[in-house]
């Protein structure tokens, strides 16, 4: 570590590598955090997490209860032991909240002025945070498993819906009303997920073990459907020609840079995909169990090298390096089944990344040494080696 | 290659190697560079031969190698590098859609026509061999490239699925298989079961892999236990975890 705090000094490295080598040192000693809580107020199961990106400092969480629940993660408290408030909640007694569960819920990417929930009463919302009012209401005619909204649009503010109904629908935020249907899947669509390198590119996974890239520009069909045999039609039997998986497809993440894909599917598999060609890259994780009938969360983690993706794996969470397949990690700590999970890549003094559980808490992890301050500003790494102000 | 500055990734080691010479547990050193032939005459010499009466060829399963070595996907790579040369085949073996059966080429060619002296169709199974080992990497065929490629007849084909070379797929396509095989997968499946049952019985359901080794086996584990143990281990149905007292094997809840 201290040779790349030197190179970076003398000018011999880019200010890149020094923050890479940061990230994948605090990443590879991922630990239960002892001092950090979260705020309990979940009564029932979280389902969903996402944590803004403008700031990285707050964090919504969805329950089965209906309940969406916003968390503030900085700590201005001056203690290392501290717990994480909730800002404010969108509870069963408020007018608007969900029926019935909420599967999915994501900030608006651009500000935290909105965020948009589904939830299985057949309702996706999209709620003013300042009021907590919904502000637009989408209503369907199946339980909504995922939505997902382009982290990097700008030419359009589509959201991709995937619902029981083999239809993918797409809901424009500006004008309020359905625009598009993607049809090909047979079967429930039970997560969707925008590229984050072209904003018109939706990868979609569906419980007829099939996934399928669009391009929503596209009057006709999807681009192509992953084929996890890539076109070898002798190594399977003749049911299994184009599909991804062997079983549901029920979890999809794009590895930061967009250029891979990883799909979970039911048959307790994890393929690692080129996302142009829609090729296999073979990648073999080995048995990645999987139960779940709904959408799988998990990600990958950004600005590390190697990249590892966090899959949740029963009642822990199992890292892996993406390109080699090796496991380098199980990360143990909650009671229950583990339901999603979301990374940060810089927050304070450590990369945090947040753990949901099937029951009610909320585990945070973070790397061991807090003693060396947070990279924030990396054109003066030098001051890295200041120990930490009292109020901090 | 000479790098002048050290990959990150080498820096923070991704895997967590543990000091000192003596690593309590591990079976094989993952330093050097993975010997996959090396490992796969090991395994073929567990497979009994006798058992057979000398037909079969010695079968080792693929997922026996994820046992042995910890990097999965170089051991598929090195596996289709080997499959591409002509020196290795795969079959499905059909009870498992993952599960795929290797055989040296050699050794299979041997025992086939072998098993096939005598008898009228040994011609023709004789001319497929000769296709088949030069190289390829298929595991089916269908009936168009039968036809087409390999210029085989309707009649010569229902020859060597009697001979047991090809099975049955589904309409129009078959299997590449291996004669003789179905008294191995009994035997195979029974085993396994059979092993998996100690293991589950055993008190907290785990076992000292030293132990089970020295257990004395029931008649329906007909296989060499190290062979059996390969085959769970791989196959994920039980973890193996290092101790100070050697592998020890646990049941994998599901």
Known sequence: ?392 | MNRKRALISDTFKVKKRRNGTQKFGAVNDGDGPTDVRSSLEYLMTLFPRKLFDDRLPPIVMKHQLYSVHDDKTLVDKELNKLRERGELLMFQLGFDSDAFGLVFASDYKTKVLAGEDGRPTRATVERFLEKLLCPCTELSFSKDKMLREFLFTDSEITHLVKSGVLTVRDAGSWWLSIPNSGKFTKYFLQGRKAVLGMVKKSKYSEVLKAELEERRTTSHVKFHMKYHIHDIVGAELVESIPTTSGALLRCVES
């Open chain 1, 1 to 392: 570590m201290l040779g790349f705090l030197t190179a970076r000094q003398a000018g011999l490295d880019d200010p890149l590598r020094l923050r890479r080598a940061e990230s994948t040192r605090r990443v590879l000693s991922l630990t239960l955090n002892p001092d950090r809580e979260v705020d309990r107020i979940h009564g029932n199961a979280i389902n969903t997490i996402d944590i803004e990106v403008i700031e990285g400092r707050y964090m919504l969480s969805g329950g089965a209860d209906g309940v969406i629940v916003i968390y503030d993660l900085e700590n201005y408290s001056g203690k290392t032991q501290y717990t994480c408030k909730a800002v404010c909640t969108v509870g069963r007694s408020n007018r608007y909240v969900h029926k019935f569960s909420v599967e999915t819920v994501q900030w608006y990417p651009h500000d935290t002025g909105m965020f948009v929930s589904s939830s299985f009463d057949k309702t996706m919302k999209v709620w003013d945070t300042e009021t907590l009012k919904p502000a637009e209401v989408f209503e369907f005619e199946d339980n909504v498993y995922s939505h997902h909204l382009s982290p990097i649009a700008r030419k359009h503010s589509l959201i991709a819906v995937g619902t029981k109904d083999p239809k993918i629908q797409l809901c424009d935020l500006k004008s309020g009303s359905r625009i598009q249907v993607l049809q090909g899947h047979r079967a429930e669509v039970l997560s969707v997920r925008w590229s984050p390198r072209h904003e018109h590119i939706l990868a979609t996974a569906s419980a007829d073990s099939k996934v399928k890239v669009w391009d929503v520009r596209r009057a006709s069909g999807c681009l192509f459907t992953l084929d996890q045999h890539n076109g070898d039609k002798t190594k399977a039997a003749s049911e299994a020609v184009n599909t991804a998986h062997n079983g549901r497809v029920n979890g999809l993440c794009f590895t930061a840079d967009g250029l891979h894909l990883l799909t979970t599917g039911t048959d307790d598999r994890m393929r690692l995909w080129n996302s142009a060609t829609g090729e296999n890259t073979l990648v073999n994780y080995g048995k990645v169990s999987n139960g779940s009938r709904k959408r799988l969360q998990f990600t990958v983690s950004r600005g590390c090298s190697p990249e590892l993706v966090f899959v949740p794996c029963e009642s822990s969470v199992a890292v892996y390096a993406v390109h080699t397949g090796a496991l380098v990690t199980m990360l143990r700590g909650h009671y229950n089944n583990v339901d999603c999970c979301e990374f940060h890549p810089d927050y304070q003094n450590s990369g945090h990344f947040f753990l949901r559980p099937f029951t009610f808490y909320l585990f945070n992890w973070c790397g061991v040494v807090t003693a060396v301050r947070a990279i924030r500003n990396v054109q003066s790494p030098w001051q890295a080696n200041e120990p930490l102000p009292p109020d901090r």
